[in-house]
């Protein structure tokens, strides 16, 4: 099988997301890293792109050169990684697709509902996918937890409950370092801090596990350090379009929590308990019975997290290789072979339709809101 062709924009020298995606993509043989954007400095992307391996033809000096370059080319690219910042993620997802190149965005998709929308109308049209990087959904455990809430092994899912939260803006003395300030400025960050970077992923994990949709919200904002004008803290209540319960905590001032992303699921006959932290187990209680590890690797899984199971047993698997399940799933899905798993445009769009909903709630004292996006009312 010839592999696909790969290319990437963002994610240049010493970025925090760009070597995920590099050893994702790579990491089972499935895509050729052809062509790259790397950098904001052009000459920086370039040479950084050649030492990778692209050839100098393909290694670009900005985007708009890359698609033109790629655009006409018999072997141009099949797929393009975009992991710029954030406000540039609309304007570079629909130019692409609107190419004929399918996309993994990073998230969030967009700033706005509406281009969240414009996103999902324009897969739609140019028929390519558009997959969004919601990578924690990709660890086999995560996968073992869904399949086992479709299988009805913990019943109805009354009850949903999840953290994001990380202590590394807590700080307040290094509130002015630039690599954290353009978090909470609206002219770089848009209309949210904290919930938009970290607690969509959270929310996200939610409707992925408990295979359902959030309906409605209730939040509280806070800026816990006074010169923050967006969010650093927040809690979300939400409710979702099958009466499950939702409770959402995301924090950046939680000091001595690490990366303090977990959820519980709570069913009419059980419990499920995953933590990013300790990404190879998944802790399962059936009511009235022993709290039980499930293992990634051990037989008897369901069938999506032994696919997504690639070191043996009680190995640690990390996230680089959660990262390259979605390669994979991805890599699928371009040669026809859905994969329902993939987190695709409609899954940003509703976390941007969150995003703002969650904005308006705080400002309102938590009223409650519909947290869905025009589309999919
Ligand atoms: P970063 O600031 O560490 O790196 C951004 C990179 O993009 C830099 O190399 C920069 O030179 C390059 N860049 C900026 N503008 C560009 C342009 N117009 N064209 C080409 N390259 C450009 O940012 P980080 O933390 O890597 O975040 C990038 C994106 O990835 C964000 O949208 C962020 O939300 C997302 N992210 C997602 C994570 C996940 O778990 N899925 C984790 C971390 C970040």
Redesign the pocket.
């Known amino acids: 099988m010839t592999k696909l062709k790969w290319g990437m924009?963002?994610?240049?020298?010493?970025?925090?997301?760009?070597p995920?995606h590099r050893l994702g993509a790579q990491a089972d043989g499935l895509f050729e890293f052809s062509a790259a954007?790397?950098?904001?400095?052009p000459e920086?992307?370039r040479e950084y792109a050649q030492r990778l391996g692209v050839a100098a033809d393909r290694a670009y000096g900005?985007?708009q050169e890359m698609l033109a370059g790629e655009k006409h080319r018999e072997d141009r690219i099949d797929l393009v990684t975009v992991?710029?910042?954030?406000a540039?993620?609309f304007e570079?997802t629909k130019a692409f697709l609107e190419a004929g190149i399918n996309v993994l965005c990073?998230?969030?998709m967009t700033m706005t509902v509406e281009e969240g929308e414009e996103i999902v109308r324009v897969a739609e049209k140019t028929g390519q996918i558009c997959a969004v990087?919601?990578?924690?959904s990709a660890y086999p455990m995560v996968r073992q937890a869904r399949a086992m809430v479709r299988a009805g092994e913990i019943g109805k899912v009354r009850l949903v409950v999840t953290n994001f939260s990380h202590g590394h803006h807590g700080d307040a003395t290094d509130a002015d370092n630039p690599?954290v300030r353009w978090r909470y400025d609206p002219a770089m960050a848009g209309v949210s801090g904290q919930f938009a970077?970290c607690g969509i992923?959270a929310l996200h994990m939610a409707s992925f596990i408990s295979d359902d949709e959030v309906e409605t919200l209730s939040a509280d904002f806070a800026s816990t350090i006074a010169s923050r004008e967006l969010e650093d803290d927040a809690m979300v209540n939400f409710r979702m379009s099958g009466g499950t319960v939702g409770r959402l905590w995301t924090s950046s001032v939680a000091i001595g929590r690490q990366h303090g992303f977990d959820i519980q699921v709570f069913g009419e006959t059980g419990g499920l308990r995953w933590a990013s932290e300790q990404p190879n187990q998944l802790i399962y209680t059936p009511v009235g019975g022993r709290t039980q590890i499930i293992e990634k690797g051990e037989g008897g899984l369901h069938e999506d997290a032994q696919r997504l199971s690639r070191v043996a047993i009680a190995h640690p698997e990390g996230?680089p290789l959660a990262?390259a399940n979605i390669y994979c799933d991805l890599a699928d899905a371009i040669r026809g072979e859905t994969r329902d798993g993939l987190p695709t445009a409609s899954d940003g769009v509703r976390s941007m339709a969150a995003v703002h909903t969650a904005v308006a709630s705080a400002k309102e004292n938590g009223a409650w809101m519909d947290a869905r996006p025009p589309i999919f009312r």
């Open positions: 924009i963002g994610g240049g020298e010493g970025s925090q997301i760009g995920a954007a790397l950098d904001h400095r920086q992307g900005d985007w992991a710029t910042p954030n540039t993620h570079i990073e998230k969030p990087n919601y990578c924690y690599r970077d992923h996230f990262v």
